[in-house]
């Protein structure tokens, strides 16, 4: 779904359909689905995660002080002030804020991140990892 969005995207505003935004509690009926459908994998390494969020890119806008070479211009929220717990929570913000980030990304130049599978479960587990610490005193 993540790889495809910004033509999924494009193909809605052609055909004048409305962006579907997404609860948390859809995101996690349509999670299930997929996951019975054997689309989803199990549950992922948060330390995979932080690699992945560094290596697609993700560091440029939420956490430009670890990005070094890349972006570096803070666009959106430092990890640990998203306060997602639930992997579908995360998912939902996720594909929420798409649209958004979507449109950060072009006008930075940057490519849209692609995930191979596995890949983004682990994303997930790191962002919620990082979340729930920033719950905890
Ligand atoms: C070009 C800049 C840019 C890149 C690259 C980017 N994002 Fe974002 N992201 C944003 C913007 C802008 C928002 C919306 C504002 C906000 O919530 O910080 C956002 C929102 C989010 C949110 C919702 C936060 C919340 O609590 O509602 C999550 C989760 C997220 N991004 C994860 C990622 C991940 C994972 C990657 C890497 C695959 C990534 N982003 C790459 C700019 C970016």
Not at 22 to 48: A, H, N
Not at 56 to 69: I, N, Q, R, S, W
Request: hydrophobic residues 35%; contains cysteine.
């Amino acid at each position: 779904m993540w790889n495809h969005g910004p033509n999924m995207w494009e193909s809605m505003l052609e055909e004048e359909i409305e962006f579907p935004e997404l609860s948390v509690e859809e995101m996690s009926d349509l999670m299930t689905y997929l996951y019975f459908s054997s689309f989803i994998d199990p549950p992922g390494d948060p330390i995979r995660g932080g690699e992945h969020f560094t290596d697609k890119g993700c560091v440029g806008c939420h956490e430009p002080d670890l990005a070094k070479d890349l972006l570096g211009t803070r666009v959106g929220m430092n990890v640990s002030q998203m306060k997602l717990q639930s992997s579908s929570e995360v998912v939902a913000a996720m594909w929420n804020h798409a649209s958004e980030m979507d449109e950060a990304t072009r006008s930075s130049n940057i490519a849209w991140p692609q995930f191979r599978p596995g890949e983004m479960v682990d994303l997930v587990a790191f962002i919620q990892s990082r979340s729930e610490a920033s719950t905890t005193p």
